[in-house]
């Protein structure tokens, strides 16, 4: 399975990356990228099975990226990782087409968990 | 009329939202909370992010030595505790404590101000010069061995 992680800190990257290996995505192949922008580069070249998103960044934020994916016509599996989880980015989440949102700070149980849940396998 | 309290409740906020990063991500016990509701630190390094609602505007801050903010990123990125560290890898590791820690006082302050909107953080090393119309508070905690300074901003309106 190829996942794509992105976000502008390349710390949050590796925490994410190894969470999900200790969740049980170990044999997973990560890509990264920094931004929405580069997000959509990498969909484009590396057609990764699922996305993970941070929701504040610079160039292009996540919610911004996810639009722009789905407008594209895109289906990736697409869950937010964002330290920001009101209720209403819950919603506005969904409404645009994440299936899952993840607030930081998490655990591996927050990734095994809610990635089951999502049925990505 | 302004509330002397408010800046306070903010903070604990922070506190609170410190503690559950650490007994989550960080897979400590806890933090301990080594003085609370001093005056703001100066002349150390830190990573701040504005939290600007429809009713507050407060900057969020945490400030430590570079030996302080070394342990907590090495915790952070689980790494040991001689593995090299540059310092981008450093404020960036430190930039993104701030801004999990920012996010959930947002979380816990929502209903206060539903307009709460999060920045990017920035790291600085430098002075600290809080102004006549800002309020400003720190609590020194140590996190997994390292001691650091939580920091809150508030500008008065």
């Given at each position: 399975?190829?996942?794509?992680?992105?976000?502008?800190?390349?710390?949050?990257?590796?925490?994410?990356?190894?969470?999900?290996?200790?969740?049980?995505?170990?044999?997973?192949?990560?890509?990264?990228?920094a931004?929405?922008?580069?997000g959509?580069?990498?969909?484009?070249?590396?057609?990764?099975?699922?996305?993970?998103?941070?929701?504040?960044?610079?160039?292009?934020?996540?919610?911004?990226?996810?639009?722009?994916?789905?407008?594209?016509?895109?289906?990736?599996?697409f869950?937010f990782v964002?330290?920001?989880?009101t209720?209403?980015m819950?919603?506005?989440?969904?409404?645009?087409?994440?299936i899952?949102?993840?607030?930081?700070?998490?655990?591996?149980?927050?990734?095994?968990?809610t990635?089951?849940?999502a049925?990505?396998? | 009329?302004?509330?002397?309290?408010?800046?306070?409740?903010?903070m604990?906020?922070?506190?609170?939202s410190t503690?559950?990063l650490?007994?989550?991500?960080?897979?400590?016990?806890?933090?301990?909370?080594?003085?609370?509701?001093?005056?703001?630190?100066?002349?150390?390094?830190?990573?701040?992010?504005?939290?600007?609602?429809?009713?507050?505007?407060f900057?969020?801050?945490v400030?430590?030595?570079?030996?302080?903010?070394?342990?907590l990123?090495r915790?952070?990125?689980f790494?040991?505790?001689?593995?090299?560290?540059?310092?981008?890898?450093?404020?960036?590791?430190?930039?993104?404590?701030?801004?999990?820690?920012?996010?959930?006082?947002?979380?816990?302050?929502?209903?206060?101000?539903a307009?709460?909107k999060l920045?990017?953080?920035?790291?600085?090393?430098?002075?600290?010069?809080?102004?006549?119309?800002?309020?400003?508070?720190?609590?020194?905690?140590?996190?997994?061995?390292?001691?650091?300074?939580?920091?809150?901003?508030?500008?008065?309106?």
């Open positions: 399975m190829k996942i794509l992680i992105v976000d502008d800190s390349k710390a949050m990257r590796m925490i994410v990356m190894r969470h999900l290996r200790q969740a049980g995505y170990g044999d997973a192949e990560f890509v990264e990228a931004n929405g922008i580069e959509l580069a990498q969909v484009s070249s590396e057609e990764p099975e699922l996305v993970l998103s941070d929701w504040n960044m610079p160039e292009m934020n996540g919610l911004e990226f996810l639009r722009s994916l789905r407008s594209s016509g895109s289906e990736v599996a869950g964002t330290s920001e989880s209720p209403d819950h919603l506005l989440a969904r409404d645009s087409g994440a899952f949102l993840i607030a930081k700070p998490f655990t591996v149980e927050t990734f095994r968990e990635l089951d849940a049925g990505v396998i | 009329m302004a509330d002397p309290n408010l800046v306070q409740t903010w604990h906020a922070m506190v609170d503690d559950e650490a007994t989550s991500t960080l897979g400590l016990e806890g933090i301990s909370v080594l003085s609370e509701l001093m005056p703001t630190q100066r002349d150390l390094p830190g990573s701040y992010v504005a939290l600007v609602g429809d009713q507050f505007n900057e969020y801050g400030a430590g030595t570079w030996d302080s903010f070394g342990v990123a915790t952070l990125l790494m040991e505790s001689d593995e090299e560290l540059g310092d981008d890898d450093l404020a960036d590791a430190i930039n993104e404590v701030i801004n999990i820690v920012a996010g959930g006082v947002k979380r816990r302050m929502s209903e206060i101000d307009g709460l920045g990017l953080p920035a790291f600085f090393n430098g002075t600290l010069h809080p102004t006549s119309h800002q309020e400003a508070l720190s609590s020194k905690i140590d996190i997994g061995g390292a001691e650091i300074y939580l920091m809150v901003f508030r500008h008065k309106s």
